[in-house]
């Protein structure tokens, strides 16, 4: 029998740890391989990022079943895994599904949008975009808070192959979240609907279409060398910043306490004396 280089030392590594009486780590000597030379995405390892159309993500989210947070990362994955990156293959190793806990707020529990917390996870594993992915997350949050959603004109309803009657009848109306937490996105779309949160299937596949749509396009521009950092919408809103004036990172004003945040303030916190 015979077997190539990588086999060899396989077996070599394999037989030495057992040895030592830690078989388990018999794949150590290979970052991002497991034992038997397949591919696993390594703790800060980063794989490139090539420009991807926005309405096809947004398809590709819209139909993709499994909540908020698996639309998101596996309409841009599986996209990356098709596409000529020179880590493609890469992509395509990675298992989507585990992004399946983050839908209404990490299962159930109404904390951070799977929209948000899906576009921090590919964001972290993608390359660096001309100095630009900390700006993309910062203006998609941004776009998230204070943006009108989900998109609803008929071209966009048309291309995630949706229907208007869908728009009247079960989305009824978009909304602005003011925060990121799938509580106050929700709450306010049925305040504003008059929907129930078991009623929010199709508002909540076009929302995750139209975060997919945007977050592409941010990708997108930073890739194309656009400075996204400069721009109004990348930055905390002149309530939020004006918080982190007493409230900041370095220091504080007297007693307040020091606080890490871009996200609106003032949708929970409505001042000091209420």
């Not at 995750?208 to 194309?224: G, K, T």
């Amino acid at each position: 029998m015979t077997i190539n280089r990588r086999q060899a030392l396989t077996k070599i590594i394999g037989i030495s740890t057992a040895a030592a009486g830690a078989t388990l780590m018999g794949t150590s000597a290979f970052a991002a391989t497991d034992e038997a030379g397949n591919y696993k995405l390594a703790l800060k390892e980063t794989l490139k990022y090539v420009p991807l159309d926005p309405m096809t993500a947004a398809k590709i989210a819209y139909e993709t079943p499994g909540g908020c947070m698996h639309q998101i990362f596996h309409s841009l994955v599986t996209m990356l895994a098709d596409s000529d990156s020179e880590d493609k293959a890469k992509f395509d190793s990675i298992p989507t599904a585990l992004a399946g806990y983050g839908w209404a707020g990490i299962i159930g529990q109404g904390t951070v949008c799977g929209n948000i917390n899906a576009t921090g996870m590919l964001v972290n594993i993608l390359g660096d975009i001309n100095g630009q992915n900390g700006a993309v997350i910062g203006s998609l949050f941004r776009y998230y808070e204070n943006t009108e959603l989900p998109l609803s004109s008929p071209e966009f309803v048309a291309g995630i192959g949706s229907t208007a009657e869908k728009t009247t009848d079960e989305v009824v109306t978009s909304s602005v979240a003011n925060s990121i937490l799938c509580h106050s996105s929700i709450s306010n779309w049925s305040k504003a609907s008059g929907k129930t949160f078991a009623q929010k299937g199709e508002r909540c596949k076009r929302l995750s279409a139209s975060i997919a749509y945007h977050l592409v396009e941010l990708l997108n521009r930073a890739y194309d060398g656009e400075d996204l950092s400069v721009l109004p919408e990348a930055k905390p809103s002149e309530e939020a910043q004006a918080c982190q004036s007493c409230h900041g990172v370095d220091s504080t004003m007297g007693s307040a306490a020091s606080v890490k945040a871009d996200m609106e303030c003032t949708t929970c916190h409505t001042g000091h004396f209420n």
